[in-house]
Each structure stands twice: as C-alpha cells, then as structure tokens.
C-alpha cells in the first residue's frame, strides 16, 4: 500500500475531506491530491502534520509499523499467543490466488485490531463471572 492510499484511507476513516486537511496544512486542495495520488511526496513537515491530523504515526504512514498496535493491557499470554497468530507463515489466499504483500498486511491488520479486540471482550467476559453483581434490587 502507498503512502498516498494510506493517506486516503484514513481521511475517510475520519470523516475529513481534501479540502479539510489541504486546509489544515496550509495548501489547496488540488495540491494535496497530488499526495493523495502519489504524484508529490509531502515534505517531512507536511508529513508530520498529517500524522497528526489523521491520528496515526508517521511510521504508518511510511509503511514502516501496523496500524493496529499492542494495546497495554496486553500480558506476556496475549503477546505470546498474538505472535504464535503472527508467526504462521501460510500463504493468504483469496479465490485461489495468492495476495501480494500490500494486500496481505492490510489483511494482518484487520485480525490484529479484531485479535486485540477478541482478547479484551474475554478479559472483560472473566471478570464480570468473577465479580459479584452489584445491581441494586430494592424497589423503589
């Protein structure tokens, strides 16, 4: 995936337009198409802003780290059991064919957000069997 489809994914992920963020960086619009459309590489300035704007790292943006990352609840279990999760080396198929590498780290980072999210909704299931309902029954 390309720095510009990065970018375009995340503004719609935010609700901003071009406009928007053009406007936020301090340049036209049609301008910032040309980043959104990989035609211009925005200077490490523009770079940071737009991490900024679109709440993500630069890093991401650069193709260098996951989206999703380690939240800080996560035990030494969950980082082991995500890594066995990451460590199988298949192939990922679609329809028979086997994905490219852009397509197969966007599919990595879709079950590492649902992963982390499986492992919370757990965490919370275990504790809620674990503590005593604190419900207050009296009518009123």
Do not use: C
């Not at 935010?14 to 960086?25: E, F, K, Y």
């Amino acid at each position: 995936m390309s720095l510009g489809t990065r970018i375009k994914d995340l503004r719609t992920e935010n609700g901003l337009t071009q406009q928007d963020i053009a406007s936020r960086l301090g340049m036209g619009r049609s301008n910032f198409g040309h980043i959104e459309h990989d035609r211009v590489v925005p200077s490490s300035e523009d770079l940071q802003k737009l991490a900024d704007i679109l709440h993500t790292t630069t890093d991401y943006l650069l193709g260098r780290e996951s989206l999703a990352a380690i939240p800080e609840w996560a035990t030494s279990k969950d980082k082991r059991d995500f890594k066995k999760l990451l460590e199988e080396d298949g192939e990922i198929m679609f329809d028979g064919v086997p994905m490219n590498s852009d397509d197969r780290r966007r599919v990595m980072d879709v079950l590492t957000g649902l992963f982390w999210e499986a492992k919370q909704m757990n965490k919370h299931k275990k504790k809620a069997r674990s503590t005593p309902d604190n419900s207050d029954d009296t009518e009123g």
